[in-house]
């Protein structure tokens, strides 16, 4: 196999760590970004990243196997038409947004020869920029492709191929399909969180007492809150018939709770409960999804001096990395008085065992 070379346009969270990601995987690889900041470009060549930066369509992009489009939609589109004379007939052109009606109709307009098939990696995280991009960030995550008409059979099955050898799990779509998928479970899901913080802003006591004992299920559940808003404006306005049928939806699964709560209907709201549950419980929980996965644990602690230091100091020494610790003082729906939350899968694991082996009850979500 040729050398691969892959160019960006945009270098933040997600095109950061597919870049990352590419260069662990394939370590001679050429890697090119186009990046309005400087200072991110500078990171990216100081990390060994990328091999070149640049901030206009120039002729780095010359005989690229990928060109991705990870900029915000609209900066996407207007790269298109410099684009065209750097796509060669071996060129996957492709992108990493969270919605697809937009960039295919664009491409199809603009570059209706292109093999563009979109890419939307399952994996995310609140924080966004390079700064907080990883190499490990899309692994063992679903990696959706939606191929335009224009795109062959053997180019699908590459690109597939080149998702596995980044450590994702491909998956193709249609446009119109991932748009309908994604709003369930990341776009809606996302609103209600929203719309749940907004409740308990705009419904506490001057006292705020609702704030004060706010955790457990209602921080799990409104986690998503914390994004960054200007990229959900974006989602919502460019997905915004598939998040309406949904957001009706819900609603009238709101409403239907309303009812069987004003009616006292106990037999109807446990057997949509138990139905609810069981649903939810074989959601397989290996996988990333369309949220960012939090691998996290509790355990029981003495309430004295020095208590988290100690466990701080345990987990360090065994070189475990915390990405957060703290005291959970609403305990009614978590087990254990000390929440730790860890980077990955194989960190919780460690510290669970480590933990345990110092005699401390661990209680893995």
């Given at each position: 196999?040729?050398k691969?070379?892959?160019a960006?346009?945009g270098?933040?969270?997600?095109?950061?760590?597919?870049?990352?990601?590419?260069?662990?995987k394939?370590?001679?690889?050429?890697?090119?970004a186009?990046?309005?900041?400087?200072?991110?470009l500078?990171?990216?060549?100081?990390?060994g990243?990328?091999?070149?930066?640049?901030?206009?369509?120039d002729?780095?992009f010359?005989?690229c196997?990928?060109?991705?489009?990870?900029?915000?939609v609209?900066?996407?589109?207007?790269?298109?038409?410099?684009?065209?004379?750097?796509?060669?007939e071996?060129?996957?052109?492709t992108?990493?947004?969270?919605?697809k009606?937009k960039?295919h109709?664009?491409?199809?307009?603009c570059?209706?020869?292109?093999?563009?098939?979109?890419?939307?990696?399952?994996?995310?995280?609140?924080?966004?920029?390079?700064?907080?991009?990883?190499?490990?960030?899309i692994?063992?995550?679903?990696y959706?492709?939606?191929?335009?008409?224009?795109?062959?059979?053997?180019?699908?099955?590459?690109?597939?191929?080149?998702?596995e050898?980044?450590?994702a799990?491909?998956?193709?779509?249609?446009?119109?399909?991932?748009?309908?998928?994604?709003?369930?479970?990341s776009?809606?899901?996302?609103?209600?969180?929203?719309?749940?913080?907004?409740?308990?802003m705009?419904?506490?006591?001057p006292?705020?007492?609702?704030?004060?004992?706010?955790?457990?299920?209602?921080?799990?559940?409104?986690?998503i809150?914390?994004?960054?808003?200007?990229?959900?404006?974006?989602i919502?306005?460019?997905?915004?018939?598939?998040?309406?049928i949904l957001?009706?939806?819900?609603?009238?699964?709101?409403?239907?709770?309303?009812?069987?709560?004003?009616?006292?209907?106990g037999d109807?709201?446990?057997?949509?409960?138990?139905?609810i549950?069981?649903?939810?419980?074989?959601?397989?929980?290996?996988?990333?999804?369309?949220?960012?996965?939090?691998y996290?644990?509790?355990?029981?602690?003495?309430?004295?001096?020095?208590?988290i230091?100690?466990?701080?100091?345990?987990l360090?020494?065994?070189?475990?990395?915390?990405?957060n610790?703290?005291?959970?003082?609403?305990r009614?729906?978590?087990?254990?008085?000390?929440?730790?939350?860890?980077y990955?899968?194989h960190a919780?694991?460690?510290a669970?065992?480590t933990?345990?082996?110092?005699?401390?009850?661990?209680?893995?979500?």
């Amino acid at each position: 196999m040729d050398k691969l070379k892959v160019a960006f346009i945009g270098l933040g969270l997600i095109g950061g760590s597919i870049a990352m990601t590419i260069r662990k995987k394939f370590p001679d690889a050429e890697i090119i970004a186009l990046n309005r900041s400087a200072a991110t470009l500078d990171s990216a060549l100081k990390d060994g990243v990328i091999n070149a930066g640049t901030h206009e369509i120039d002729d780095n992009f010359k005989e690229c196997d990928y060109i991705f489009l990870s900029a915000p939609v609209d900066t996407n589109i207007s790269f298109l038409e410099k684009l065209k004379p750097y796509l060669t007939e071996h060129t996957i052109l492709t992108d990493a947004g969270s919605v697809k009606g937009k960039i295919h109709h664009a491409v199809k307009e603009c570059l209706p020869e292109a093999k563009f098939i979109g890419g939307h990696p399952m994996a995310g995280s609140e924080k966004s920029g390079y700064a907080n991009a990883n190499d490990h960030l899309i692994e063992n995550a679903y990696y959706i492709l939606t191929p335009s008409s224009s795109v062959k059979e053997p180019d699908i099955y590459k690109y597939m191929d080149f998702v596995e050898k980044l450590d994702a799990i491909p998956l193709v779509l249609s446009a119109e399909e991932h748009d309908y998928v994604t709003a369930a479970v990341s776009h809606m899901p996302h609103i209600v969180a929203y719309s749940l913080v907004q409740t308990v802003m705009e419904t506490d006591s001057p006292e705020e007492y609702m704030k004060m004992i706010a955790a457990g299920g209602f921080k799990d559940i409104t986690r998503i809150a914390s994004s960054d808003a200007t990229m959900w404006e974006q989602i919502c306005l460019e997905n915004p018939d598939n998040i309406r049928i949904l957001i009706a939806e819900f609603m009238q699964r709101m409403e239907q709770f309303d009812d069987f709560i004003r009616n006292a209907d106990g037999d109807k709201l446990h057997k949509s409960f138990d139905e609810i549950k069981n649903y939810r419980n074989s959601i397989h929980d290996g996988r990333k999804g369309a949220l960012q996965k939090i691998y996290d644990l509790h355990c029981d602690i003495k309430d004295e001096a020095g208590a988290i230091a100690t466990i701080a100091t345990i987990l360090s020494t065994q070189g475990i990395s915390i990405k957060n610790i703290g005291i959970v003082h609403n305990r009614a729906y978590e087990q254990g008085a000390l929440h730790i939350e860890f980077y990955d899968e194989h960190a919780k694991a460690q510290a669970s065992a480590t933990l345990t082996r110092h005699g401390y009850t661990v209680f893995p979500n």
